[in-house]
Structures are given as structure tokens and as C-alpha cells.
């Protein structure tokens, strides 16, 4: 397997971790709103979020220069 197909399938893995991630912070913000959860489940959500996009966007570009 050379570097290039390894970096495309984590990014492809990194795509879909991401839309999960995403999709829970979306569901924590609205049970947050609605009161069912407490606030401070917001703020990891937005970590989990927010690290998953850096390596999406990492593995965008380290795929592209590869």
C-alpha cells in the first residue's frame, strides 16, 4: 500500500468520524436547549468536534501533497 492510498482511506475515515461528530455536537446543542442534558456535556462535544475536523482538513492536504 503505497502513502497516497493510506492517506486517501484515513481520510475517508476521518470524513465519516467527522459527520458523526458533528451530528452528536447537533444533538448535544438541541438536548442542551431543551434542558434534558447539562451544559458542560456541550463542551466536550465541541472538543470531540473541533479535533475531528483538524485531522479531516490534515488528511485533506496531506492527501493532496502526496
Known amino acids: 500500500m503505497s502513502l497516497k ?3 486517501f482511506l484515513a ?3 476521518m470524513i465519516l468520524v467527522t459527520i458523526l ?3 452528536d455536537l447537533i444533538s448535544t446543542i438541541t438536548n442542551v436547549m ?3 442534558v ?3 456535556t456541550l463542551l466536550s462535544s465541541l472538543i470531540y468536534a473541533f479535533a475531528s475536523l483538524s485531522l479531516t482538513i490534515f ?3 496531506f492527501h ?3
Do not use: C
Request: no cysteine; charged share 15%.
Open 59 to 61: 488528511f485533506a492536504r
Open 21 to 23: 461528530r458533528l451530528y
Open 5 to 7: 492510498s493510506a492517506a
Open 64 to 66: 493532496k501533497q502526496g
Open 38 to 40: 447539562p451544559a458542560m
Open 34 to 36: 431543551g434542558g434534558l
Open 11 to 13: 481520510l475517508i475515515a
